[in-house]
């Protein structure tokens, strides 16, 4: 690589950082980056440097969603704890999955290929709406952050008013006597959509549309708690069936 292609992708991937640090910062923010830049520099190490800002990240606390880390970790522990011979997720964040898969063999099913692959996971890509596998025949299955969302054409699904409930009823399908299914949708006081982001449900309706399915276990996330009672604001509900017969 010549000097002028090494100036030219250094500028480029200078301002580019600069552009999109921009976009997100203060001016106070700029201060700190440049006097803290003076400082490195003045204790002489001679090391090439290549601004790359990275300026909104000196934060009071690690920022954290509280939605995936209870429900992931939720799901994780449950789904351990059941200790399935094999486990299969169905559209579930991609982290979970891919951390499921280091402790018990797990299928993950999506209309969206995985970009990335891993060795403990086997991937198949399908819909929640057909899925691929035989009447009762799974032990354990998960769904977290899922079933809001189908019908309304976000991640390019079909646009269908019945989406969640065909796809709550596909889950049902494929889950044999005995098995588990670890699901989590947003909760609240009315049903409702969030168009196009993902639907909100009363409990009273999360517990219809898996009927017959008994409820083994029932957890909610409000803002920055993950507690066990359900209140009237909308938060998440996270819940673990079971098929009875």
Same mark, same amino acid.
């Given at each position: 690589?010549?000097?002028? &292609?090494?100036?030219?992708?250094?500028?480029?991937? &200078?301002?580019?950082?600069? *552009?999109?640090?921009?976009? $997100?910062?203060?001016?106070?923010?700029?201060?700190?980056?440049?006097?803290?830049?003076? $400082?490195?520099?003045?204790?002489?190490? +001679?090391? @090439?440097?290549?601004?790359?800002?990275?300026?909104?990240?000196? &934060?009071?606390?690690? #920022?954290?969603?509280?939605?995936?880390?209870?429900?992931?970790?939720?799901?994780? @522990?449950?789904?351990?704890?059941?200790?399935? @011979? =094999?486990?299969?997720?169905?559209?579930?964040?991609?982290?979970?999955?891919?951390?499921?898969?280091?402790?018990?063999? !797990? &299928?993950?099913?999506?209309?969206? #290929? *995985?970009?990335?692959? *891993?060795?403990?996971?086997?991937?198949? @890509?399908?819909?929640?709406?057909?899925?691929?596998?035989?009447?009762?025949?799974?032990? /354990?299955?998960?769904?977290?952050?899922?079933?809001?969302?189908?019908?309304?054409?976000?991640?390019?699904?079909?646009?269908?008013?019945? +989406?969640?409930?065909?796809?709550?009823?596909?889950?049902?399908?494929?889950?044999? #006597?005995?098995?588990?299914?670890?699901?989590?949708?947003?909760?609240?006081? =009315?049903?409702?959509?969030?168009?196009?982001?993902? $639907?909100?449900?009363?409990?009273?309706?999360?517990?219809?549309?898996?009927?017959?399915?008994?409820?083994?276990?029932?957890?909610?996330?409000?803002?920055?708690?993950?507690?066990?009672?359900?209140?009237?604001?909308?938060? !998440?509900?996270?819940?673990?069936?079971?098929?009875? /017969?």
């Amino acid at each position: 690589m010549n000097r002028f &292609t090494e100036f030219f992708l250094s500028f480029k991937w &200078t301002l580019k950082a600069i *552009l999109q640090a921009v976009n $997100r910062s203060r001016p106070r923010d700029w201060l700190r980056f440049w006097s803290d830049k003076r $400082r490195y520099v003045a204790q002489g190490s +001679g090391e @090439e440097i290549v601004h790359f800002p990275i300026i909104n990240e000196w &934060t009071q606390q690690t #920022p954290i969603d509280p939605v995936y880390y209870y429900q992931d970790a939720w799901a994780f @522990e449950r789904i351990f704890k059941f200790g399935p @011979e =094999r486990h299969i997720d169905v559209g579930s964040h991609h982290k979970l999955v891919a951390l499921l898969s280091k402790v018990v063999p !797990t &299928t993950m099913v999506d209309i969206r #290929p *995985l970009a990335l692959s *891993l060795d403990s996971l086997e991937f198949i @890509e399908g819909s929640i709406l057909a899925l691929p596998f035989a009447d009762q025949s799974l032990t /354990s299955v998960s769904s977290i952050c899922v079933v809001e969302h189908i019908g309304l054409g976000r991640y390019g699904d079909p646009i269908d008013c019945e +989406g969640t409930r065909k796809a709550a009823k596909e889950l049902i399908r494929v889950l044999r #006597p005995g098995g588990r299914l670890f699901i989590s949708v947003p909760v609240g006081n =009315r049903d409702f959509v969030y168009y196009n982001a993902h $639907r909100v449900f009363t409990e009273a309706s999360v517990l219809q549309l898996f009927e017959p399915l008994r409820v083994i276990e029932k957890r909610y996330i409000y803002g920055n708690e993950f507690v066990n009672d359900l209140r009237s604001d909308t938060g !998440t509900g996270c819940y673990e069936f079971e098929r009875l /017969s």
